[in-house]
């Protein structure tokens, strides 16, 4: 059966709660252990959003192998004891398990301990996610709600907003300023943040 038929199949017979987006866990993308962890006490009262910088990806075989390289950056070249991220998402529209809801991130310094962060695969200076993305991106948001991850009045930022750096991409970030739980962050305006 083909994958889209499938969950769509299982939403309406009420199985599959996470509604219509699918998670690709660690072990269905070959995720390498983590050197170590550190619990994320739930709820989170922010969402850090990134891009990788990096290439998007379309298809699972393409995004699954953009996370491992991810990965293996992250943990190899950062010295990182995971994947930095707590979720990633592709253009596919599907979301990929990083540190997962519980697992502290390294995302956004000073900042991992009481938030989840999530990164969309590409670069979003010059373009935007694809609207595929988008959706997938505000599902798992509203799936981390729904499920007490993330606090019912969370607060968005783009990852610029928490330090010094271009991330999530000026277009993406443009995009993200427009969400409802958006705020300024009074401590890393434009004026401080590079
Ligand atoms: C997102 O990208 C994928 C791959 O190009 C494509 O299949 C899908 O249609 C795109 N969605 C939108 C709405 O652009
Ligand atoms: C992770 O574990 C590997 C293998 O034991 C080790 O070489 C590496 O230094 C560790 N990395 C960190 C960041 O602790
Ligand atoms: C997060 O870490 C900072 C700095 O160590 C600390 O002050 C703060 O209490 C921590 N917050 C949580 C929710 O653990
Ligand atoms: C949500 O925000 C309101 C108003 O700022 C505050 O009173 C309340 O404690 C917040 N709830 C949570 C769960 O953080
Ligand atoms: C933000 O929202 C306004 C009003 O709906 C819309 O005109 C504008 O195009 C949006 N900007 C972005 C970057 O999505
Ligand atoms: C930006 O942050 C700086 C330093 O934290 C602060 O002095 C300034 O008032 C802030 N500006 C705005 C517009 O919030």
């Given at each position: 059966m083909a994958e889209a038929t499938f969950l769509m199949l299982l939403t309406i017979l009420g199985i599959y709660a996470q509604d219509d987006f699918e998670v690709v866990n660690r072990e269905e993308w070959g995720a390498r252990s983590p050197n170590e962890t550190t619990t994320l006490t739930p709820p989170q009262p922010l969402v850090i959003i990134h891009h990788t910088n990096w290439n998007s990806c379309w298809t699972l075989e393409q995004c699954k192998s953009e996370v491992r390289k991810v990965q293996d950056f992250h943990m190899d070249?950062?010295?990182?004891?995971?994947?930095?991220?707590n979720f990633l998402v592709g253009e596919d529209g599907r979301a990929y398990e990083g540190r997962g809801w519980t697992t502290e991130g390294a995302h956004a310094e000073g900042y991992n301990n009481c938030s989840i962060g999530i990164s969309v695969m590409g670069t979003f200076e010059d373009a935007a996610p694809n609207i595929t993305a988008l959706h997938t991106l505000q599902k798992i948001i509203t799936f981390g709600v729904t499920e007490g991850f993330?606090?019912?009045?969370y607060t968005l930022y783009g990852h610029r907003q928490t330090g010094p750096t271009d991330c999530p991409g000026q277009t993406f970030y443009n995009i993200l300023q427009n969400g409802s739980h958006w705020k300024e962050n009074p401590n890393h305006n434009a004026t401080n943040v590079y």
């Open positions: 070249v950062r010295n990182w004891w995971d994947i930095g991220y993330i606090d019912l009045n």
